[in-house]
T-cell receptor, first 114, second 112 residues
């Protein structure tokens, strides 16, 4: 089966604009995660979805960041009023078991805010 | 947010050499994982460790879960050019099922 897919692969936007990033998890994976990776750094946890439970939003850096997921399918990460410090690769991952560390990552969306 | 300390930060090695890298934390983790990231791609899981003292192998890779639960080690034997990439450790705690805390990464470059 297909792995985790993300779109777009690259996004360049002007400061102040809103952007929406999409993630398609592996079919049957109940858990979905978003991470941010700044250049040359490790991954920072942003948000976690598990089934119909309330998402864990504790990693979102500001109220400009939000994410949604419909059931156990697609998720979108929205960044409003983008700032230059939002420039990073945004990675999505899914896992079969809830809260599993064995997460499968997509290729990421590289966001550049000019 | 918190990141685990990895060392070395980068390394150049000759093809065929063995490689060792480690990851340390000031606090305890219940699960340790090692991921590899190639340029332009997401991390790929290499090894997962679930028990203190556990030693697990995956081909030429061997990883250990430190007995203090505050560290982990990854060894690569007989390195080959495709081992090039960035290696990340990640830790997970009980009660924080949603979160992986990632290391700062070790960049490995292999000289032919």
């Amino acid at each position: 089966g297909a792995g985790v897919s993300q779109s777009p692969s690259n996004k360049v936007t002007e400061k102040g604009k809103d952007v929406e990033l999409r993630c398609d998890p592996i079919s049957g994976h109940t858990a979905l995660y978003w991470y941010r990776q700044r250049l040359g750094q490790g991954l920072e946890f942003l948000i976690y979805f598990q089934g119909n439970s309330a998402p864990d939003k504790s990693g979102l850096p500001s109220d400009r960041f939000s994410a949604e997921r419909t059931g156990e399918s697609v998720s979108t990460l929205t960044i409003q009023r983008t700032q230059q410090e939002d420039s990073a690769v945004y990675l999505c991952a899914s896992s079969l078991a809830p809260g599993s560390g064995e997460q499968y990552f997509g290729p990421g969306t590289r966001l550049t805010v000019t | 947010g918190q990141q685990l300390n990895q060392s070395p930060q980068s390394m150049f090695i000759q093809e065929g050499e063995d490689v060792s890298m480690n990851c340390t934390s000031s606090s305890i983790f219940n699960t340790w994982l090692w991921y590899k990231q190639d340029p332009g791609e997401g991390p790929v899981l290499l090894i997962a460790l679930y028990k203190a003292g556990e030693l697990t192998s995956n081909g030429r890779l061997t990883a250990q879960f430190g007995t203090t639960r505050k560290d982990s080690f990854l060894n690569i034997s007989a390195s080959i050019p495709s081992d090039v990439g960035i290696y990340f450790c990640a830790g997970q705690r009980y009660g924080t099922a949603s979160k992986l805390t990632f290391g700062t990464g070790t960049r490995l470059q292999v000289m032919l």
